[in-house]
């Protein structure tokens, strides 16, 4: 009995370092993709939306779901965005982000969640809710899928 205890002891000790290390993983990512997402927030209150789309990965099969419209691709999600804030004297109005939440899934991709929430200079306040897959790239985090609801 001593022998297993002391074992399992042993045992214990030494897998101490790797759950650190992935606990420090887990941290370096949250901090990562957070810094994506204030990245994006800073973006949009500049009005700058090349800037909000350089967190997601920028391919043909970037996913976005909003409602009931499914779109594909980066050039696609980021022309919706230019048609809904920007063309015909819509605004872009003040973007906040709350309640996020990181869960790495694996070493290269996260699920995040969270709201949003718009300020329009005419008052109105939507807000929502959002899901996002990310991917971990050579030279950062990026969002592969995204899927918003709300209400206006």
Same mark, same amino acid.
């Given at each position: 009995?001593?022998?297993?205890?002391?074992?399992?002891?042993?045992?214990?000790?030494? =897998?101490?370092?790797?759950?650190?290390? +992935?606990?420090?993983?887990?941290?370096?990512?949250?901090?990562?993709?957070?810094?994506?997402?204030? &990245?994006?927030?800073?973006?949009?209150?500049?009005?700058?939306?090349?800037?909000?789309?350089?967190?997601?990965? +920028?391919?043909?099969?970037?996913?976005?779901?909003?409602?009931?419209? =499914?779109? +594909?691709?980066?050039?696609?999600?980021?022309?919706?965005?230019?048609?809904?804030?920007?063309?015909?004297?819509?605004?872009?109005?003040?973007?906040?982000?709350?309640?996020?939440?990181?869960?790495?899934?694996?070493?290269?991709?996260?699920?995040?969640?969270?709201?949003?929430?718009?300020?329009?200079?005419?008052? #109105? &306040?939507?807000?929502?809710?959002?899901?996002?897959?990310?991917? #971990?790239?050579?030279?950062?985090?990026?969002?592969?899928?995204?899927?918003?609801?709300?209400?206006?």
């Amino acid at each position: 009995m001593r022998k297993a205890l002391l074992l399992l002891l042993i045992l214990m000790i030494a =897998a101490s370092p790797l759950v650190a290390q +992935k606990s420090l993983t887990a941290q370096s990512a949250e901090a990562e993709i957070s810094r994506v997402l204030r &990245q994006q927030v800073a973006a949009w209150n500049r009005h700058d939306l090349e800037a909000f789309m350089a967190g997601y990965w +920028k391919s043909q099969d970037l996913t976005f779901f909003s409602g009931a419209t =499914a779109t +594909k691709g980066w050039e696609p999600t980021l022309e919706r965005y230019r048609q809904r804030y920007q063309a015909n004297g819509a605004a872009m109005g003040k973007l906040e982000f709350s309640d996020l939440s990181v869960e790495q899934l694996c070493p290269d991709a996260a699920f995040v969640r969270g709201r949003w929430h718009l300020t329009m200079p005419d008052g #109105k &306040q939507p807000h929502g809710l959002f899901t996002l897959v990310f991917r #971990k790239f050579p030279d950062r985090w990026r969002i592969v899928h995204d899927h918003s609801s709300g209400e206006n």
